[in-house]
């Protein structure tokens, strides 16, 4: 069977693909988005901190006999404190002056962990196993699935729709909404709105952990790998607005698959694609398709 | 004051003139160069308040075209670096037009984006020669009279380049249309209310950014002979920055200062760390040649914590004001 002149089979391989890229695009935009909503920053060490994520898993399981499960859990966390770190001690000084200052100092923090990470592994990548219980693949008829992709898919799925749920649905998300509406009244009310926004960074850097370890066994791990995504991520910010969690999640997926497809009928311009879609995006909704202006 | 500037402007001036006799001119050239292209950056960053975090695009661009211009065309110096300023002003047109639909941080993002897309176009184009770049650019000669294939000949011209960059820099930013560029920096929703197509100044402003960084990106290739895709990276983009925000944003003279130490340190690193592994005998210090990425990000974290106004901001505040705000 073949669609357009590209067997099924090719076709769906691709497709799988561009959602792997997909929730990576989703996982990391939600963090820089629910960052951005409190903080007003927006966080150019994400994609160092993905990369960081990705060597935590690498490091755990090679240097300390960890298996991959556990550097799942563990390596958010590490991520995650670290992140704690950078906000108590840098981050906090900038919020009030101009936004760019938030950008310029997480560009400066970027530039100093890929240079430490390259210091210590070099350029050249390495590569993580994938666990056993999900190496092998799936015959599903009409296409072979290999099944860590699939867990990729599905373990970011459930990641981004339980933060969606809990900034949408709980108490604490109310909170969180309402200190990015309106921090100073939050704080009146009660609620210890400078530690709220340092949570809430080291939640949105655990995220890019989080990703970083998922990536970690299908794609080369190198001190460069974070810098390269996060620009399209950027675009992907740009194409979705940052008001809507949902938005951030569904522009995410929605930008791999296309990026996917674009591999399949016209692979020369699989690495630009994104910023097309952006380019079309300014022109013909400058806002971003779930965007109010901030 | 005025006069004090114009004693500045005379020694600085002075300075350039007797610096071959001292110096390896190449590397004066290079400094020249990256100089006007800091200044360039900042009539956006320091003078409209827009981070353009794509201007990497027009530096390499203009290099690119420019080098092949000379390369393969084998046009003349003059037409082959105005081809150069053409494009990335070109370029730059583009590159405004989308970028000034979104305010602020959304500003920088999509520059960045956009740098990212040119980065992909340069790496694919046939013309290029993707990770080779151009090689054994030749300089030719100014007006098909003087041979530039003497440094010293080419030095000078170089300086009269970027002198003439610097030029209409200050004149723009002392001018009408840069009063009005600086009042959308204070404040867009007031510059508006007055009746400024505040879009289309700020559109000028980046063609005009765009066209010196091609300038200075243009004339690069032609001192040092080649073009390679550094200079289109992001990385690129983010040393241009780096460069402004030590030498002091919104200052005339500082991102020249800034573009001078960030290309000395960049240059000169390996030397500084040798001699500190020889000093103190701390091994690390011998790879400090390798870790240029470290310590120019510790530089930046280092000046936005803590000299958000870079050298020649810190000294001018120290001068310009009354003992009782000298600490803020």
């Known amino acids: 069977m073949e669609i357009f002149g590209v067997p099924l089979q090719a076709m769906m391989s691709q497709l799988l693909l561009g959602l792997v890229n997909g929730s990576f695009y989703a996982m990391l935009s939600l963090g820089l988005a629910v960052i951005f909503g409190l903080l007003n920053v927006i966080n150019f060490s994400h994609g160092a901190l993905y990369m960081m994520g990705a060597f935590a898993a690498y490091i755990g399981v090679t240097s300390f006999g960890l298996n991959y499960w556990t550097m799942l859990a563990l390596a958010p966390l590490v991520v995650g ?15 009030r002056f101009d936004h760019l200052y938030g950008l310029l100092l997480t560009f400066g923090i970027t530039l100093l962990l890929e240079g430490v990470f390259r210091s210590i592994y070099g350029v050249s990548g ?15 008829g009409f296409m072979i699935l290999p099944n860590y992709r699939a867990w990729v898919v599905f373990a970011s799925l459930v990641v981004c729709l339980a933060t969606w749920f809990t900034i949408e649905k709980t108490r604490l998300g109310a909170y969180l909404r309402a200190g990015t509406e309106n921090p100073k009244l939050v704080e009146a009310f009660g609620v210890n709105v400078p530690l709220m926004v340092t949570l809430t960074y080291g939640f949105g850097v655990a995220l890019a952990g989080f990703a970083g370890v998922l990536a970690a066994p299908v794609i080369n791990v190198t001190p460069l790998m974070g810098s390269n995504l996060i620009i399209v991520v950027f675009a992907v910010v740009v194409i979705g607005g940052m008001g809507s969690i949902l938005g951030s999640i569904v522009t995410g997926l929605a930008l791999g698959v296309i990026e996917g497809l674009t591999r399949v009928y016209y692979p020369e311009a699989s690495e630009v694609v994104v910023f097309v879609v952006m380019v079309i995006v300014l022109l013909l909704r400058p ?6 202006e901030k | 004051m005025t006069l004090n500037r114009t004693l500045g402007y005379g020694l600085a001036l002075a300075v350039a003139l007797a610096a071959p006799f001292v110096g390896y001119p190449v590397f004066l050239m290079k400094l020249l160069c990256f100089g006007l292209f800091a200044c360039a950056f900042n009539l956006l960053i320091g003078y409209t308040g827009l981070l353009s975090f794509g201007h990497a695009a027009f530096f390499g661009g203009a290099g690119y075209i420019t080098g092949h211009a000379l390369t393969v065309l084998g046009l003349p110096f003059e037409v082959a670096i105005v081809l150069g300023v053409l494009a990335a002003a070109a370029l730059g047109f583009v590159m405004g037009l989308l970028a000034i639909r979104r305010q602020g941080i959304y500003f920088s993002m999509i520059t960045l984006a956009l740098a990212q897309m040119v980065y992909f176009a340069v790496l694919r ?38 002198v003439a960059g610097f030029a209409l820099i200050v004149r723009t930013v002392h001018s009408p249309f840069g009063q009005v560029l600086k009042a959308i920096k ?6 508006i209310s007055l009746g400024y197509d505040v879009d289309r100044y700020k559109l000028v402003a980046f063609v005009l950014s765009a066209a010196l960084a091609g300038l200075a990106g243009a004339t690069k290739t032609v001192v040092l002979g080649f073009e390679t895709l550094t200079d289109v990276h992001w990385s690129m983009s983010g040393l241009v920055i780096l460069m402004t925000l030590v030498g002091g944003m919104g200052t005339l003279a500082g991102p020249i200062l800034g573009a001078f130490l960030v290309v000395a340190l960049e240059n000169k690193l390996g030397d500084l760390g040798n001699f500190l592994a020889g000093t103190t005998h701390v091994e690390w210090f011998a790879s400090l040649g390798e870790s240029v990425g470290i310590v120019t990000g510790l530089i930046f974290v280092a000046c936005v914590l803590l000299f958000r106004r870079g050298i020649v901001g810190e000294i001018a505040a120290v001068l310009h004001s009354p003992v009782s705000r000298r600490r803020t």
């Open chain 1, 287 to 292: 806002a971003g398709l779930f965007g109010k």
């Open chain 1, 81 to 95: 404190a670290f992140g704690i770190l950078i906000e108590k001690t840098m981050l906090r000084w900038l919020y």
């Open chain 2, 125 to 162: 184009a046939p013309f290029t020669h993707g990770e080779d770049g151009l090689q054994g650019v030749p300089r030719g000669k100014l007006l098909g009279v003087v041979d530039l294939g003497n440094d010293l000949t080419l030095y000078y011209v170089v300086l009269a380049i970027c």
């Open chain 2, 186 to 191: 204070e404040n867009e929703a007031r510059a």
């Open chain 1, 126 to 140: 390495q590569t993580l196993d994938v666990p056993e219980a999900l190496s092998g693949a799936t015959d599903l």
